[in-house]
Nanobody, 122 residues
Framework: QVQLVESGGGLVQPGGSLRLSCAAS????????MGWFRQAPGKEREFVAV????????RYAEFVKGRFTISRTDARNTVYLQMNSLKPEDTAVYYC???WGFGTARNDYNYWGHGTQVTVSS
């Protein structure tokens, strides 16, 4: 059974940082990309970042470039999202997901975690 478990969310002031983690288990191969999406109240779930299976290629949404960094462990079963210079508009539930491709569309992804809440507020 495939499971993705996110952690690291919380409340942070504008300008602060958080590091999200996502641990994957139950996958029989490590040749998959891992991505992060987010969903704010009343909005569609949107792509944030993706990293390929080896960790050598990354792709970001324009609104997080220069602020967020995606990485994954050498074992390739855990992905991180380092979020710096957070803004109130970054407030959302953040989800990790896996894909056999390298896309940015929600339906490119096959397995999803349950999400972790990030709130940016003073």
């Amino acid at each position: 059974q495939v499971q993705l478990v996110e952690s690291g969310g919380g409340l942070v002031q504008p300008g602060g940082s958080l590091r999200l983690s996502c641990a994957a288990s139950g996958l029989t191969t490590r040749a998959y990309a891992m991505g992060w999406f987010r969903q704010a109240p009343g909005k569609e779930r949107e792509f944030v970042a993706v990293i390929n299976w080896s960790g050598g290629i990354r792709r970001y949404a324009e609104f997080v470039k220069g602020r967020f960094t995606i990485s994954r462990t050498d074992a390739r079963n855990t992905v991180y999202l380092q979020m710096n210079s957070l803004k109130p508009e970054d407030t959302a539930v953040y989800y990790c997901a896996t894909t056999w491709g390298f896309g940015t569309a929600r339906n490119d992804y096959n397995y999803w975690g349950h999400g972790t809440q990030v709130t940016v507020s003073s």
